[in-house]
């Protein structure tokens, strides 16, 4: 029988070259993306596109050799600089829009969330990648492409305009819809769809098009039309350094970061894992985040911007053939050349064309198919239209930090909530299950099975036994002298839960039952041992069918501990 075909190889270069072939055909690829990209971030953010062309230098060859994913790229994106744009814009300036002071804030802030990578990495915090739930990222997603096009709007209409929000910015360029430039609008309507097409026939697109822009510029003389050129670029690295900000700035401006980091850590991640083939090695989650602290603290130190894995970079690096992370290495070698020979050709590149790359690369994310899975499993819909409006409505930072709080909320919800289920032995076999879901299950002679739906912890563990206990005194007809409470799903007791559960225990003796624990993993019974509950120690079992068998052979002889008054 043949080999199943790999989805991924008619993307690949010929077979015939060589893996470091292919990983330097990618580069130049991914150089020809990161480019534009580049440009288009850095204005986004409103700096010097120096400062995103070495982000990205730095960037990839920092994870070059710190990281492990083939697919990805560390280069500035369109997430992160519409967020630190956002954060600039709310940091005080002693002088007004001073280039300088903003610079050294972002220089500032990028340092800052390298070290929070590092720092994440070094703590092994590797699960705060699945801190935000993927339906709130769609949405943030959504709302931050709908953000971003609309900011480039006014640059295709050749004009100068700001708003706090997408829907008073498309109003104020509309009001000013007499001052378009009717050559920057042509250009930029025709780059679009020429970039829309070129994707639709599976060509580079990206590149062609700022090819054709260049060209067209030249032979058109584009910049006497009034049509907005990228002009000259400037490009001298200098030696690492720190800069210099005031204690009560540098607070204000840690206080922005997080979120910051946290899109950076969303995004970065989700790109590793999703661009992953069934052969690629399992990313490591911890080994990734000190990947991602050390490229930003590269891009920190040369002045950069924030860096992070982008999807549109990860998908170039993957159909391009990449079949290492030295792609991204050829990718900033080639970056480094283009700016030190190139640099004339490119100042040629006129803005609106490089707003049809930026919306052109962004209408995927718009795809509604997400939304609609969402609506068909009839789970999460709300959450991540709120995280999407929430962008719209509230800007990019403060959508961000309400985004993360629906997700935390949503955490604390569904623990603080658990369902409990009473279980009933399926048949003549050793499982347990929810006798609400199957009616044949039947439950032990006077014993009461229950099982939480989620781990007990300080904020769940009281109104859970106390619904356990309310249940099993007020069932109509229950005789149950025993109670077994499944912790299947609770692999450690906090010092609240521990108290509850001894309080919970004296609580059932006081109404003449016995308490058994099942499925007890190893960390809970550590802390019975340490707080001295031998009793409820020796009535522990690995399995549901354990603590029944014990209950049947009559074993709940152990002497009964005195009540106390712990809470």
Not at 80 to 108: H, K, N, Q, V, Y
Not at 406 to 428: C, I, K
Not at 433 to 448: F, K, L, N, S
Request: proline share 7%.
């Amino acid at each position: 029988m043949s080999a199943p075909a790999d989805p991924h190889a008619h993307h690949a270069p010929p077979s015939r070259l060589p893996p470091a072939g292919r990983d330097l055909l990618s580069g130049v690829t991914l150089a020809a993306l990161l480019l534009p990209e580049a440009v288009a971030y850095s204005a986004m953010a409103g700096l010097t596109a120096d400062r995103a062309i070495l982000a990205a230098i730095g960037g990839c060859l920092a994870y070059g050799l710190v990281g492990r994913s083939r697919v990805a790229i560390l280069a500035p994106t369109s997430s992160s600089a519409a967020i630190l744009a956002a954060m600039l814009a709310a940091m005080p300036t002693t002088i007004s829009g001073d280039p300088a002071e903003r610079g050294a804030f972002a220089t500032m802030a990028v340092l800052m969330v390298g070290g929070l990578f590092l720092a994440a990495g070094l703590l092994r915090l590797g699960g705060l990648t699945n801190l935000v739930p993927r339906p709130v990222l769609k949405g943030f997603a959504v709302g931050i492409a709908l953000t971003i096009i609309a900011r480039q709007l006014p640059v295709i209409a050749g004009l100068r305009l700001s708003a706090p929000d997408p829907a008073r910015l498309l109003d104020a360029l509309w009001l000013a819809r007499r001052d378009w430039n009717g050559w920057s609008v042509a250009v930029g309507l025709g780059a679009l769809a020429l970039f829309v097409t070129l994707r639709c026939l599976r060509m580079p697109a990206a590149l062609t098009v700022l090819l054709a822009g260049i060209v067209l510029s030249a032979l058109m003389g584009l910049g006497g039309m009034g049509v907005g050129l990228v002009g000259a670029i400037g490009f001298a690295p200098g030696w690492p350094s720190l800069p210099q900000i005031a204690s009560g700035q540098l607070a204000l401006l840690a206080s922005y970061v997080v979120p910051l980091f946290l899109i950076l850590l969303a995004e970065s991640w989700g790109t590793v894992t999703s661009l992953a083939r069934p052969a690629d090695p399992t990313p490591s989650s911890n080994r990734e985040l000190l990947a991602f602290g050390a490229a930003n603290l590269t891009s920190g130190l040369l002045r950069g911007l924030p860096v992070g894995a982008g999807f549109s970079a990860g998908a170039a690096a993957d159909a391009s053939g990449a079949r290492s992370r030295l792609a991204g290495v050829f990718a900033a070698l080639l970056l480094v050349g283009l700016m030190l020979f190139a640099r004339g050709t490119i100042a040629m590149l006129p803005l609106p064309v490089l707003a049809a790359v930026v919306i052109g690369t962004l209408l995927p994310a718009l795809n509604p198919a997400p939304f609609v899975r969402l609506w068909r499993l009839g789970r999460d819909l709300p959450i991540a239209l709120i995280a999407a409006l929430s962008v719209l409505g509230f800007g990019v930072l403060n959508g961000m930090l309400i985004a993360i709080t629906l997700s935390l909320g949503l955490l604390f919800r569904r623990l603080s909530e658990a369902r409990v289920a009473r279980l009933g032995r399926l048949g003549d076999t050793h499982n347990y299950v929810d006798m609400a879901r199957h009616p044949d299950a039947v439950a032990p002679p006077a014993t009461g099975i229950w099982r939480p739906s989620e781990p007990l912890f300080y904020g769940n563990a009281a109104s859970v036994l106390s619904a356990i206990r309310s249940a099993v005194r007020h069932s109509p007809g229950d005789t149950a002298r025993h109670v077994v409470l499944s912790l299947e799903e609770t692999f450690d007791l906090d010092s609240t839960t521990f108290d509850a559960l001894v309080a919970f225990e004296h609580a059932l003796q006081g109404d003449g039952r016995s308490l058994w624990l099942a499925r007890v993993h190893d960390h809970v019974r550590d802390v019975l041992a340490a707080g001295g509950e031998a009793g409820l120690l020796a009535r522990s079992s690995y399995s549901v069918a354990d603590a029944v068998a014990a209950i049947a052979r009559g074993q709940d002889d152990t002497p009964k501990d005195p009540p106390d008054d712990r809470p």
